[in-house]
């Protein structure tokens, strides 16, 4: 049986595949260029399998053209999503790690939340039984998107209040 040869990405200037050291290099979403695996093509994921691999629901960036905090109006793009669920966080991990914290309280937790991106912490505190009670983000998409379904400032959480800062 033939071993074949790895298929990367790209190797110009040397970087967006393996270096001469062998090193692998990080992959950017400018490759245009596919790699094939004998006579299959390795596909980009969509957003929506991106966020369905952290643990959103797949919907969870589809928010439509937004304002941003200088009244500009932007398109919802595919671009904003996967940044946003990269560097997003996963979870399924935080679920456990928040239930577990949560457990320990003799009340009910609070929580708020710095560089909060998509809402990924204010999500899993609420499925876990902990109260978010503000968030902090500058980038516009994310913010539009905790707003979409968190509210805007006093918009409340289940009936309690909400500071988006």
Known sequence: MAIEEPTYMSDRKGHNGVTDDGTATTLTAEEKVRPTVSTSIVRRLTPHECLLLQGYPKDWCDIGDYTDEKGKV??????????A????????FWAWLFRRINAQYERPATMGSLFDGIGGFPLTALRSGIKPLWASEIEAFPIAVVKKHFGDEDAGIEGDVWKYL
């Open 85 to 92: 669920a990269g560097n997003s966080i996963a979870l399924p």
């Open 74 to 83: 932007r398109h919802e793009a595919d671009t904003a999503k996967y940044k």
